[in-house]
Each structure stands twice: as C-alpha cells, then as structure tokens.
C-alpha cells in the first residue's frame, strides 16, 4: 500500500475511534441516569470507565502527535503533546538511521551540534549496543572527524506520519550519511515501494 493511501486510512481509522470513545463517553453516564441507578459501587465503577476512556484518548492524541517544519536550514519538530519542540540544525546532521517499520519505526538523528535542543543526548555504549547498524556508521564517521563531538536524537511518535518527516529530512539534511533501513524507508515516503 502506498503511503498516502495508509496516511488516510490512518486519519480515518483514529476518526472512527474517537467518536467511538466519545459515544461511550456520554452513553454509559445517561444510560446510567435514565436507569435510575442508585448504587454508589456502579457509579463509581462507571467514573473508573470513564477515566480510562479519557487516559486512552489523551494516549492516542499523544501517539499521533507529530508536527514538524524545516525553515532556513533548522529542522523544527514536536512529537508527542507533552514535549517541548526540538530544533534541529539541518547542515550538523550527520547520521539519519530508522529502527522498526510502518506505525512503529523509530527515526535516529545523531548531529554534531547540539543546538538549544535538550532532548539531543551525547553517544553512549548503549546507544551503540541498541542500534548496531547506526553505530557502523558513527564508527565509520567518527575516524574521519575524531574531534567532532556527537549527539542523537530518537523520535518515536507520530505514526505513519514518521514518513513524511523522513522524507522532508531527506530534502533538507543533504550533508547526512544514510543508513539501508532509512534509504528503504525513505522510498516508502516516495512511494518508490509501498508499506
């Protein structure tokens, strides 16, 4: 299936959910009501249900949650409702690498500057041991520029819309080295091969 094709089924899917969760949201308290309904034990039980109702929403929200802009060479992007945005100089990115595929593909940025940006973290054995194809091309990197110091950044949320962030850093971070499994997901954001 060709992305696009997907990101509208996927639009289409989380419609359908939350007007799901918000018909059981208001039918269950006004069938509750119209019943008569005097038992605290059901009442509270029904507050329960709908707490969960708000915490898997506010989930959801918060797992489609990408938006993202490249303006003047700064990679500008949110992910998730509860981060802060992240700013992202365009000709310091060094490695794009991707981990896992469709909905859960997970984008690696490893940069040379870390520019008001607190979620870039320095390279450590850990990421290295985690990401073994990212590492061999830090290594590789790393030889060329030992002095350089490096930072990555993962961005997990957002959903198929990963894609088109990928494809929008494919345009704008034309100095980075690209990883096979990003190279392949890049195609899928050109829709050169479907999902």
């Given at each position: 299936m060709k992305i696009l094709k997907a990101l509208k089924r996927e639009r289409k899917h989380k419609k359908y959910f939350f007007i799901l969760m918000s018909t059981i949201f208001i039918l269950l308290p006004l069938i509750a009501f119209l019943s008569q309904i005097k038992s605290v034990f059901l009442?509270?039980?029904?507050?329960?249900?709908?707490?969960?109702?708000i915490v898997e929403c506010i989930n959801k929200l918060n797992y489609y949650n990408l938006k993202f802009s490249c303006i003047n060479s700064k990679l500008?992007?949110?992910?998730?409702?509860f981060s802060s945005e992240s700013v992202i100089l365009c000709d310091k990115v060094v490695i794009v690498h991707t981990d896992k595929f469709k909905e859960e593909m997970d984008i690696i940025l490893i940069s040379t500057v870390k520019f008001r940006n607190k979620y870039l973290k320095p390279i450590s054995k850990t990421f290295l041991k985690k990401y073994p194809e990212a590492s061999e091309e830090y290594i590789r990197i790393k030889k060329i520029n030992p002095?350089?110091?490096?930072?990555?950044q993962v961005i997990r949320k957002g959903a198929l819309k990963?894609?088109?962030l990928l494809d929008d850093i494919y345009?704008?971070?034309?100095?980075a080295s690209y990883t096979a499994s990003a190279i392949e997901?890049?195609?899928?954001?050109?829709?050169?091969?479907?999902l």
């Open positions: 009442w509270s039980y029904l507050g329960l249900i709908e707490s969960l109702i500008k992007f949110k992910s998730g409702l002095e350089d110091n490096y930072y990555f990963k894609y088109i345009k704008n971070c034309v100095r997901n890049i195609k899928i954001a050109r829709e050169q091969i479907e």
